[in-house]
């Protein structure tokens, strides 16, 4: 697949950031293996899922930064980046 065929979808970095703050939570009150297993299936796919839609919006405004809409999709991240980044490495800290 060429990189201008990934489609990028804008994520709602908030809801994102609470969303990945339950599974955290479901994942450190899970009372069996396979409970924390399935918590933290979906937290590695929650992170991945916003990586990529991250890492697409910042490419492709590298790409051509006078593209106002990905112009746009940038200060939107770099709004958010700061929560986002903290959210994503409390699971390194655990």
Known sequence: MKFEEYVYVRPDLEQFR??????LERFGSADTFEEQDAAME???AARTEISSML????????????????????DYI?????????????????
């Not at 890492?55 to 112009?71: C, E, G, L, M, Q």
């Not at 770099?78 to 655990?94: G, H, N, Q």
């Open 55 to 74: 890492a697409i919006a910042r490419i492709r405004h590298s790409i051509n930064t006078a593209d106002p809409y990905y112009k746009a999709e940038q």
């Open 42 to 44: 979906a937290i590695a």
């Open 78 to 94: 770099d709004e958010y980046s700061p929560s986002i980044r903290d959210s994503l490495r409390i699971i390194t800290r655990r």
């Open 18 to 23: 609470h969303e990945f703050t339950a599974l």
